[in-house]
């Protein structure tokens, strides 16, 4: 199954994250390794939020990764959720539909 992980950033995100990005980055790429994570990384213009695409089969090592990351645990995340991705079209989508051609 495919979810996304979706971050708010506080307000002062930018000028905080330096004291704990190696940190999260480290957990972001065993996560890689470990708990599917597909891919990740901040939206920009304006950087206020992230967005994590992980495909694994139950939301478990997410939620373990959202209480382990040190900028949910000091307050750079304000608000998180973890949303199933049905997966459409792609030659990697888990439930592809398919035009009908006449």
């Not at 990740?40 to 206020?48: M, S």
Request: aromatic share 14%; glycine share 4%; proline share 5%.
């Amino acid at each position: 199954m495919d979810y996304l992980l979706i971050y708010d950033y506080s307000a002062d995100y930018l000028e905080r994250r330096a004291e704990f990005r190696n940190e999260h980055l480290c957990l972001a790429w065993q996560a890689q390794k470990e708990s599917g994570l597909v891919l990740a990384g901040v939206l920009a213009n304006p950087i206020d939020s992230a967005v994590f695409y992980f495909r694994c089969d139950l939301p478990r090592g997410i939620e373990e990764f959202v209480h382990a990351d040190p900028y949910v645990q000091n307050g750079l995340v304000t608000r998180w959720q973890i949303r199933e991705w049905v997966t459409v079209v792609g030659e990697k989508a888990t439930s592809p539909v398919y035009p009908i051609i006449s």
